[in-house]
């Protein structure tokens, strides 16, 4: 789903090769000295036991000088100064050192992680001070700018709003890890705006403040909360799915991009999703927000930035759980699953895969999202493995306000096919081609993953099962 | 961990109750009326006067809505052979005026997705209520005592082919590419608008013989599109799919003028986009 070069893969962080993956190695390791070092001991006293072997000892008689040789021999060997139980102290020692080296590791990442969340949250809460502080000079300012503004043609006002978003675009597309500081301060700059309620303590993320997922948390409960769904079969409707089974990460893509336009040719078709039956596994396509507006408009879509709020927050969703009952209609009760999603999608995939009610009724062997914000689910079980693309200068990704966990199941693979249009960075065009670069790269992380995709039986040739269409509204 | 989070839900739960179940609710939208609701049996009637007509073989799905106005959904096959041959605005018209003859009310959206022998698929909406004097100048009143849903102001600033689709335009670039040497059929073409999701799109499907070249058809398929007046369009996709080719190829051509990586390319090759 190309024309042309490739983007370049950014980096590549998680999975099978990631640093998460390197702890579990070196633990391995650890384990290893450890068992040699007992072995090392266990063989130390097999020496002694040999020298105490009575046949032996009536032997030496024979050849008195040979066996005092070959006593001190077999006794330097074992529990000398370079025997083998000095040897098993020093291994144990390695061992010891080596979970030393990784515990300090993890603490290392743990206190980074902390210091950061602290740092977020205070820069939110002095956004709101500063802004409060600053704000009759801002008015000013704003007054003056608001002057300027008006002076200007209709045509050179939109050329200034477009230069403004450009100029946004640009600047996220080159520091996107200044926007995720900024939305990680969210729940500081909200802890900020209500603190009489005191709601925003709760102390569930890694610090005792209020985070990104605490404020999406509050908002989703200002909007209801509400998880109600209904669930209706699209019948006998395929869209632009294909029957052919995926043979790639972008045929992946592919497919949910042609659940994703069912809606474009008839808006009325929002929350489609589809499932595509491959062998006796199961892959759902996931699309992601239909209507962006901060209040939804008509009561009526699943997917909205109320799902959206709900997901950040880690709370259930009229989407999340129209998905399962989507499965359950399909016939899926405790089949084999890859869920594969885009935006919203991507999250309540993810979302999905974390919940012990879900797998409760479907086992979740892949997860594939595409510019979805994922962090906020921060364990996925051992037996599900994730692929997450991000593209850089998607603002959606970084909405998380964090980077993905580092998983040995759960890779993260950033590209850059990012322009300055905020919005344009998003489009599942530019995941499909970020998805064929996954494809052709030689990355560890990656080719394990695909090639579990493939051994797994969601990946191969020829026709396809049969491919359903479902609707989740509110 | 879990208590403090209780007593987050509890006291925003408190916020939310007393303020009226979701603070930042919507505001409602216009009633719709209760019409036949449903309208189960009156459907059924337009199901079989449509399958008794000469434009349609079948009826494939009907699917009714009445949440934010009167909708039907009707899926049919067609009775023409292809995008080349067929009268597809007849077609579909045929089936439309079937409908706004029905008693199925209130109908204020039609969405029919028609498809035709060789296997080309079209969606075409007819939106009834929103303009309710031009479909009365064609077909005269719909039946006595047909409701309506209000209107709301729509205040989208649509342009192009954002505002109907561009049907015809979209078919005479089927048309065109069903000429193409190795093309056995065109079976979708399409132009989808932006959404939050994506940039909007003129996006053909089509089948090719085993023999051809997908990238040069693609190339030719592209091209069709560029020197159309189809607009605005972010991206060009055209899918092919050849009997023993696996997984369809998907080509995106990325066009919009202002950072659409493949657009200063293409330009240099086809020249400019006609102004549409």
């Given amino acids: ?474 | 961990m879990r208590g403090r989070l209780g007593t987050l839900l509890a006291a925003s739960a408190l916020v939310a109750a007393t303020a009226g179940c979701g603070v930042l609710d919507a505001p409602p939208g216009p009633e719709v009326p209760a019409g036949c609701g449903e309208c189960t049996s009156q459907v059924a009637d337009l199901v079989s006067d449509l399958e008794s007509s000469d434009s349609v073989r079948s009826v494939r799905s009907t699917r009714r809505q009445t949440t934010t106005d009167g909708y039907l959904g009707v899926a049919v096959d067609l009775a023409g052979k292809d995008v080349v041959s067929a009268d597809l605005d007849a077609l579909f018209d045929s089936v439309a005026e079937a409908a706004w003859r029905s008693g199925v009310t209130p109908l204020d959206t039609l969405s029919v997705v028609g498809t035709l022998r060789d296997g080309y698929g079209e969606t075409v909406l007819y939106d009834f209520g929103a303009d309710r004097t031009s479909f009365e100048d064609r077909w005269g009143k719909r039946p006595q005592g047909s409701e309506w849903t209000p209107v709301s102001e729509d205040d989208d600033d649509l342009e192009g082919c954002e505002v109907d689709g561009c049907h015809e335009l979209m078919r005479g670039v089927a048309r065109e590419a069903s000429a193409l040497p190795g093309v056995t059929a065109v079976v979708r073409s399409s132009y989808g608008r932006a959404t939050p999701t994506n940039g909007s799109s003129a996006d053909v499907d089509l089948m090719a013989d085993d023999a051809v070249v997908v990238d040069d058809v693609v190339e030719q398929v592209a091209e069709i599109v560029w020197r159309s007046e189809v607009g605005p369009i972010d991206y060009i996709s055209v899918k092919v799919e050849t009997p023993n080719g696996g997984f369809p190829d998907v080509i995106d051509f990325q066009i919009n003028p202002d950072h659409g990586r493949d657009h200063d390319r293409l330009e240099q090759m086809w020249g400019p986009r006609p102004a549409g």
Avoid at chain 1, 240 to 268: C, F, H, W, Y
Avoid at chain 1, 274 to 283: R, T
Avoid at chain 1, 335 to 342: A, F, P, Q
């Fill in chain 1, 1 to 474: 789903m190309t024309s042309g070069t490739l983007p370049p893969i950014e980096s590549v962080s998680g999975g099978s090769h990631g640093v998460e993956a390197g702890y579990e190695q070196m633990l391995a390791l650890a384990e290893r000295y450890e068992r040699q070092a007992g072995d090392f001991v266990e063989m130390a006293g097999l020496g002694a036991r040999i020298m105490a072997n009575g046949d032996l000892l009536e032997s030496a008689i024979l050849s008195p000088i040979s066996f005092g040789d070959a006593e001190v021999q077999v006794l330097d060997a074992t529990t000398g100064a370079n025997g083998l139980t000095v040897r098993a102290i020093g291994i144990e020692a390695d061992a010891l050192g080596v979970r030393a080296v990784i515990a300090a590791f993890k603490a290392s990442d743990s206190l980074s992680r902390h210091a950061m969340e602290m740092l977020d949250n205070a820069l939110g809460q002095l956004l709101l001070a500063g802004t409060v502080a600053a704000l009759p000079a801002l008015l000013a300012a704003g007054g003056i700018s608001y002057a300027y503004y008006s002076t200007l043609s209709p045509e050179e006002q939109e050329a200034l709003k477009a230069q403004l978003a450009e100029d946004l675009g640009q600047l996220l597309h080159d520091h996107p890890e200044l926007a995720q500081h900024l939305i990680n301060g969210g729940g500081g700059l909200l802890q900020n705006l209500v603190p009489g309620l005191g709601l925003l303590n709760p102390g569930d993320g890694p610090i005792n403040q209020a985070t990104t997922n605490d404020a999406a948390r509050l908002l989703s409960l200002l909007l209801g909360n509400d998880t109600d769904y209904q669930v209706n079969p699209i019948a006998d409707f395929t869209g632009g799915a294909s029957n052919e089974v995926p043979g790639s990460l972008s045929d992946l893509m592919k497919q949910l991009d042609a659940t994703n336009q069912i809606d474009q040719d008839d808006p009325r078709l929002h929350g489609a999703i589809q499932i595509q039956q491959v062998g006796d596994k199961y892959i759902v396509y996931i699309p992601g927000t239909d209507d962006m507006s901060p209040i939804p408009q008509d009561g009526e879509h699943a997917r909205d930035m109320e799902t959206n709020y709900q997901l950040i927050g880690g709370m259930d969703s009229a989407y999340g759980r129209g998905i399962q009952q989507a499965m359950l209609d399909a016939g899926l009760e405790g089949k084999d699953v890859m869920l594969v999603g885009h935006s919203q999608g991507g999250m309540v995939s993810t979302s999905l895969a974390a919940d012990p009610e879900f797998a409760r009724h479907f086992n979740v062997e892949h997860v594939v999202t595409a510019g979805s914000p994922t962090a906020q689910v921060t364990h996925l079980p051992d037996s599900t493995h994730a692929i997450h693309f991000e593209n850089r200068g998607d603002a959606v990704p970084l909405l998380d306000g964090e980077d993905n966990p580092d998983q040995p199941n759960r890779t993260t693979v950033k590209f850059d096919e990012g322009s300055s249009d905020i919005g344009d960075n998003h489009g599942l065009g530019h995941y499909a081609n970020g998805a064929a670069a996954a494809d052709a790269s030689t990355n560890g992380s990656i080719q394990d993953e695909i090639t579990r995709m493939h051994d797994d039986g969601y990946l191969g040739s020829g026709t396809s099962g049969p491919l359903v269409s479902y609707q989740v509204t509110r």
